[in-house]
């Protein structure tokens, strides 16, 4: 059980990061500063400091946090979606992932471009990246899809385009996508 002090600190923490998120998603990390992100955030430039010494350090941190959302969206299904193929079950949870966490993910799509940037976070880049192709791979390969391997990498992609044409457009029929993709691998 957490002491005051330690849901204190978690709580600043958490606010902290949630304003971070929201101000590298709408204004680029570039442009963010450690002291925006206090200001909106209402606290003094001291506590932020106490937390994070940059903002480079915050961002390792929304990535982690990011990373075990992603890898918890592999595990994490309900009594309906248990019940669909692998193929099915991993384009929803990613259309779901993509609007629970809109924030995090325009972020990413947006410094995924900004080479000093992603050089801090591509190792860990290549290994979520690595963790889902593997994922993808498996559920095609039990949906007796032919050629697994590459097929893993067209969905990947077509995933990918998906979530970028979400991100960049407020009407983009996501929903719609989804359904048409996933018809795409369904057992004949």
Do not use: C
């Amino acid at each position: 059980m957490k002491n005051k002090q330690e849901l204190k600190q978690e709580l600043s923490r958490t606010l902290i990061t949630e304003t971070a998120l929201r101000l590298f998603a709408d204004n680029g990390f570039e442009r963010t500063t450690i002291r925006n992100i206090a200001e909106a955030a209402g606290i003094s430039l001291g506590l932020m400091y106490n937390y994070f010494n940059s903002k480079d350090e915050l961002l390792l941190e929304i990535f982690r946090q990011g990373s075990e959302d992603i890898k918890a969206s592999f595990t994490n299904f309900s009594e309906e979606q248990l019940n669909m193929s692998g193929v099915e079950r991993h384009i929803r949870q990613t259309v779901k992932i993509l609007k629970e966490k809109r924030n995090f993910w325009k972020l990413l799509h947006g410094i995924r471009m900004q080479s000093p940037v992603v050089q801090q976070l591509l190792a860990e880049m290549r290994e979520q990246t690595k963790f889902i192709e593997i994922q993808i791979r498996k559920y095609l390969a039990d949906s007796g899809i032919a050629f697994p391997d590459l097929e893993a990498k067209l969905l990947f992609a077509s995933i990918d385009g998906m979530a970028h044409h979400y991100l960049l457009y407020d009407n983009y029929p996501i929903d719609d996508i989804a359904t048409l993709l996933i018809m795409k691998y369904r057992r004949q």
